[in-house]
């Protein structure tokens, strides 16, 4: 089983629409967690933190469920520049300073006009 | 103003040649990483650089060596390339190794091709 897990999509959804990408993480010790972006030949840069009681970002929401060992990001009135893959990305302690980022394969996400 | 820079963007070469791969951040960071996106999008760290001191070395053939001069260089050199090793490397930067960590910030890839 793999240490993260994501659909990988694609999801094509039109301008405008809600769309909402589930993760599941294995390790029941993971410490925290996030979502990425990345756009097609880029980087992945942060979109946003985690946490148990939920957070907000704009049109994006995240939710982390520790108990089922499942994490959510919905967006809301999608735009076309929001197409790009997003990595669903979990932190792991290895004892002392080593903690490392496992990353999910990553949802393709593509907004039609 | 780049924060995470690696160089080169592109490198091209033939199977059995020894390649460098450098990576700079100037976001006075304390931890550096190098990770491997391979031809299915999966990115995977290979390691990790705490103050010029590794602390995460996944199970990488020793072909792949990385080296720090100093906390804000991260360099990777590879030995006898097999064509396997053609992927896109990513260097990445964060501010310290804490469980709830910092935010690690990428640099713009280095995508190599063995011929």
Not at chain 2, 54 to 74: G, M, Q, Y
Not at chain 2, 83 to 104: I, K, M
């Given at each position: 089983?793999?240490?993260v897990?994501?659909?990988?999509?694609?999801?094509?959804?039109?301008?405008?629409a809600?769309?909402?990408?589930?993760c599941?993480?294995?390790?029941s010790?993971?410490?925290?967690?996030?979502?990425?972006r990345?756009?097609?030949?880029?980087?992945?840069?942060?979109?946003?933190?985690?946490?148990?009681s939920?957070?907000?970002?704009?049109?994006?929401?995240?939710?982390?469920?520790?108990?089922?060992?499942?994490?959510?990001?919905?967006?809301?009135?999608?735009?076309?520049?929001?197409?790009?893959?997003?990595?669903?990305v979990?932190?792991?302690?290895?004892?002392?300073?080593?903690?490392?980022?496992?990353?999910?394969?990553g949802t393709?996400?593509?907004?039609?006009? | 103003?780049?924060?995470?820079?690696?160089?080169?963007?592109?490198?091209?070469?033939?199977?059995?040649?020894d390649?460098?791969?450098?990576?700079?951040?100037?976001?006075?960071?304390?931890t550096?990483?190098w990770?491997?996106?391979?031809?299915?999008?999966?990115?995977?760290?290979m390691?990790?650089?705490?103050?010029?001191?590794?602390?995460?070395?996944?199970?990488?053939?020793?072909?792949?060596?990385?080296?720090?001069?100093?906390k804000?260089?991260?360099?990777?050199?590879?030995?006898?390339?097999?064509?396997?090793?053609?992927?896109?490397?990513?260097?990445?930067?964060?501010?310290?190794?804490?469980?709830?960590?910092?935010?690690?910030?990428?640099g713009?890839?280095?995508?190599?091709?063995?011929?």
């Amino acid at each position: 089983r793999k240490e993260v897990e994501q659909d990988p999509g694609p999801f094509n959804v039109p301008e405008g629409a809600t769309v909402a990408f589930n993760c599941t993480y294995s390790n029941s010790a993971s410490q925290s967690f996030f979502w990425y972006r990345q756009d097609c030949r880029k980087e992945p840069k942060l979109l946003m933190s985690v946490y148990s009681s939920g957070n907000e970002d704009g049109r994006f929401t995240a939710q982390l469920n520790r108990a089922s060992q499942y994490i959510s990001l919905l967006i809301r009135d999608s735009k076309l520049s929001d197409s790009a893959t997003y990595l669903c990305v979990v932190n792991m302690n290895y004892g002392g300073a080593t903690n490392k980022l496992i990353f999910g394969t990553g949802t393709l996400l593509a907004v039609q006009p | 103003d780049t924060a995470v820079s690696q160089t080169p963007k592109y490198l091209v070469t033939q199977m059995g040649n020894d390649k460098s791969i450098k990576c700079e951040q100037n976001l006075g960071h304390d931890t550096m990483y190098w990770y491997k996106q391979d031809s299915k999008k999966f990115l995977k760290i290979m390691f990790s650089y705490n103050n010029k001191e590794l602390i995460i070395n996944e199970t990488v053939p020793n072909r792949f060596s990385p080296k720090s001069p100093d906390k804000a260089h991260l360099n990777l050199h590879i030995n006898s390339l097999e064509l396997g090793d053609s992927a896109v490397y990513f260097c990445a930067s964060s501010h310290r190794q804490r469980p709830e960590s910092d935010t690690q910030y990428f640099g713009p890839g280095t995508r190599l091709t063995v011929l």
